[in-house]
């Protein structure tokens, strides 16, 4: 499996941005997808995750209610769209897929799939 993200930039407070995930080969042995970041001189953090049919979404509180997670199966491709950003969400957001026990779904190594990341930058 391969994930290709994009979408990433620079966007002013109070922007919007959506990231895409593009995956190749198949998913068929993951359970979720979803998103980690990684700020400079910080350690990656769990931003959102989604179930491979879509049913199930959690989210880091840090960004409930202003991101939201969907998956499209038909494309093999998961998106994040970010609202209200802010300079707290500077980061390079990755791409993940995997299979990990429920309780594991916010710990990166659970993931054993990684994208390359997409740099999002949010000015003050």
């Known amino acids: 499996v391969q994930l290709q993200a994009s979408g990433g930039g620079l966007v002013q407070t109070g922007g919007s941005l959506r990231l895409s995930c593009a995956a190749s080969?198949?998913?068929?042995?993951?359970?979720?997808m979803g998103w980690f970041r990684q700020a400079p001189q910080k350690e990656r953090e769990f931003v959102a995750g989604i179930s491979r049919f879509g049913l199930a979404t959690f989210y880091a509180d840090s960004v409930k209610g202003r991101f939201t997670i969907s998956i499209n199966n038909a494309k093999d491709a998961v998106y994040l769209q970010m609202n209200s950003l802010n300079p707290e969400d500077t980061a390079v957001y990755y791409c993940?897929?995997?299979?990990?026990?429920?309780?594991?779904?916010?710990?990166?190594?659970?993931?054993?799939?990684w994208g390359q990341g997409t740099q999002v930058t949010v000015s003050s």
């Open positions: 080969g198949t998913l068929f042995s993951t359970r979720y």
């Open positions: 993940v897929a995997g299979s990990p026990i429920h309780s594991n779904r916010y710990f990166p190594a659970a993931y054993g799939y």
